[in-house]
């Protein structure tokens, strides 16, 4: 079993599901008492919410570099960036490193391709939902990819940051996603990526009146499958 490096702690309680997954995926597979090989590398989230606020992803690229050398240094076999919207500055992190950095779009792509999907919704913070890695990626892919109108966009990561991230999960919070989910397939998205790793606490399939792809479970099935091929 190859050991899978994760960077996590944005949030910490996103974090948490990445590692129950990780941890129930591989024992679904090998069984026994089996579980997965990880090495966590947790951030002060206050730090890079500040680097994100400000514009600074030069300085964000940096760090999450170092985090993932190291990480590799100790035996990591790949990299898991535990944040979508940290993915922006991925490639930057990816060109350091010696080992795989498995990207979330790259994963959710090939994830959305099984599932036949070819329009889909973007759910996340703004940084993610404005941000061209998913549209690109995906696009590559020949899938469109739809986000909500900007007051939706500002109520979505106005939540994430005042509510989810600080593991507050609100019903009334629940209703405004799911009619943002509605509009969106109104606009004819096939199916919606719930594209920050807190929204999949909040928002479940049943939620949702669309498919809903969530970005954690994907990534995470992407690195077991890595870690046990």
């Excluded at 490096?5 to 590692?19: E, F, K």
């Excluded at 490193?97 to 759910?123: E, Q, T, W, Y």
Aim: charged share 20%; proline share 3%.
């Amino acid at each position: 079993m190859k050991t899978i490096g994760l960077i996590g702690g944005m949030s910490w309680h996103s974090t948490v599901t990445y590692y129950q997954l990780l941890n129930s995926m591989v024992n679904a597979r090998c069984g026994a008492a089996h579980s997965a090989k990880i090495l966590l590398s947790s951030i002060d989230f206050e730090s890079f919410r500040v680097l994100q606020e400000t514009g600074r992803w030069d300085v964000a690229a940096l760090e999450f570099g170092r985090l993932a050398k190291a990480l590799e240094g100790a035996g990591a076999d790949c990299i898991l960036l535990g944040s979508n919207t940290a993915h922006i500055v991925a490639e930057e992190v990816r060109s350091v490193l010696d080992i795989p950095l498995l990207h979330v779009a790259d994963c959710m792509a090939s994830h959305l391709l099984a599932n036949k999907i070819r329009r889909v919704g973007l759910l996340g913070t703004r940084f993610t939902m404005e941000a061209p890695f998913f549209p690109e990626i995906l696009g590559r892919h020949g899938i469109e990819v739809l986000v909500p109108e900007e007051s939706s966009r500002a109520r979505i990561n106005e939540s994430i940051f005042s509510e989810l991230t600080k593991g507050v999960f609100l019903e009334e919070t629940r209703r405004e996603y799911v009619q943002i989910i509605e509009a969106l397939g109104a606009q004819g998205a096939e199916g919606v990526i719930l594209g920050c790793t807190e929204i999949g606490l909040l928002v479940s399939p049943e939620d949702s009146p669309i498919p809903s792809f969530d970005t954690t479970q994907v990534h995470a099935q992407a690195a077991v499958d890595f870690a046990l091929e």
